[in-house]
C-alpha cells in the first residue's frame, strides 16, 4: 500500500526542469535540496 501512495504523490509533481519545477525549488529551503536538484535546478533554471 505504500508504494501505491508514493506512486500517487509522485505523478503530481511537476516534470524535473519545467518551469513549475523550477518555482517550486525555488520555494523550498536550500538546505533540504539534494544533489541531483542542485545540478538539475543550475542546469534547466539557471542556464
Same mark, same amino acid.
Given at each position: 500500500?505504500?508504494?501505491? %501512495? !508514493?506512486?500517487? +504523490?509522485?505523478?503530481?509533481?511537476?516534470?524535473?526542469?519545467?518551469?513549475? $519545477?523550477?518555482?517550486? !525549488?525555488?520555494?523550498?529551503?536550500?538546505?533540504? $535540496? %539534494? +544533489?541531483?536538484?542542485?545540478?538539475?535546478?543550475?542546469?534547466?533554471? %539557471? +542556464?
Amino acid at each position: 500500500m505504500p508504494t501505491c %501512495i !508514493l506512486f500517487v +504523490l509522485s505523478a503530481c509533481s511537476p516534470e524535473v526542469g519545467s518551469d513549475n $519545477w523550477c518555482e517550486d !525549488l525555488k520555494e523550498k529551503d536550500k538546505g533540504d $535540496w %539534494i +544533489l541531483d536538484e542542485t545540478a538539475e535546478y543550475a542546469r534547466n533554471c %539557471i +542556464l
